[in-house]
Nanobody, 123 residues
Framework: QVQLVESGGGLVQAGGSLRLSCAAS????????VGWFRQAPGKEREFVAS????????VYADSVKGRFTISRDNAKNTVYLQMNGLKPEDTAVYYC????????????????WGQGTQVTVSS
């Protein structure tokens, strides 16, 4: 069992930056790959980024590639999402999720989810 808690969301102007954190409970956190997803009002949840169990591999959605960076610190049971060059279209609730599959990118392949953190980017 893994419990995930996101933090770091907020209101930022276009072009600004935020760093989201996903803190996990449990001693087996390094056994899971972790993904970030987001859901804007009236839209389906979409994949943002994923990081492998060791942190050695990452994958990004085309919409955030070059602007967002996912990383993890297994000693701290935490995954981060550094978001730079934010755009109004990045506005959404951001969720982290853990998967027993390595480098999972589909939401249905994630087993544990956090409660989400709101990111709002003003123009």
């Amino acid at each position: 069992q893994v419990q995930l808690v996101e933090s770091g969301g907020g209101l930022v102007q276009a072009g600004g930056s935020l760093r989201l954190s996903c803190a996990a409970s449990g001693r087996t956190f390094s056994s899971y790959s972790v993904g970030w997803f987001r859901q804007a009002p009236g839209k389906e949840r979409e994949f943002v980024a994923s990081i492998s169990r060791s942190g050695g591999a990452t994958v990004y959605a085309d919409s955030v590639k070059g602007r967002f960076t996912i990383s993890r610190d297994n000693a701290k049971n935490t995954v981060y999402l550094q978001m730079n060059g934010l755009k109004p279209e990045d506005t959404a609730v951001y969720y982290c999720a853990a998967s027993v599959m390595n480098m999972a990118t589909l939401s249905r392949n994630h087993d544990y989810w956090g409660q989400g953190t709101q990111v709002t980017v003003s123009s």
